[in-house]
Nanobody, 116 residues
Framework: QVQLVESGGGLVQPGGSLTLSCAASGLTFSTYAMGWWRQAPGKARESVAFIPSRDSTTNYRDSVKGRFTISRDNSKNTVYLQMSDLKAEDTAVYYC?????????WGQGTQVTVSS
């Protein structure tokens, strides 16, 4: 079955950096667009970053532009989210999502807490 496993979350001070990873299995990874989403307590889940299956065009929500970078390594079936200059408002559970047509799969999430 399809599995998406996120890792790399944790506690970091404001201004710090973290890199999240999402390892995929059970699917043809290179044919799926990948995205990172997040959900803060009491708030709706929101899209953070997106990378399509084939080209390198990426998209980010405005609040993370210039601070977050999404990338993928199709040879490792893994998508990454490099986060820098982290702010308290980045605190959330971060999820990766794989999508292809009407198919979509979610990981279980990894907690990122930005606090001094």
């Amino acid at each position: 079955q399809v599995q998406l496993v996120e890792s790399g979350g944790g506690l970091v001070q404001p201004g710090g950096s973290l890199t999240l990873s999402c390892a995929a299995s059970g699917l043809t990874f290179s044919t799926y667009a990948m995205g990172w989403w997040r959900q803060a307590p009491g708030k709706a889940r929101e899209s953070v970053a997106f990378i399509p299956s084939r080209d390198s065009t990426t998209n980010y929500r405005d609040s993370v532009k210039g601070r977050f970078t999404i990338s993928r390594d199709n040879s490792k079936n893994t998508v990454y989210l490099q986060m820098s200059d982290l702010k308290a408002e980045d605190t959330a559970v971060y999820y990766c999502k794989a999508s292809s047509g009407f198919l979509e799969y979610w990981g279980q999430g990894t907690q990122v807490t930005v606090s001094s």
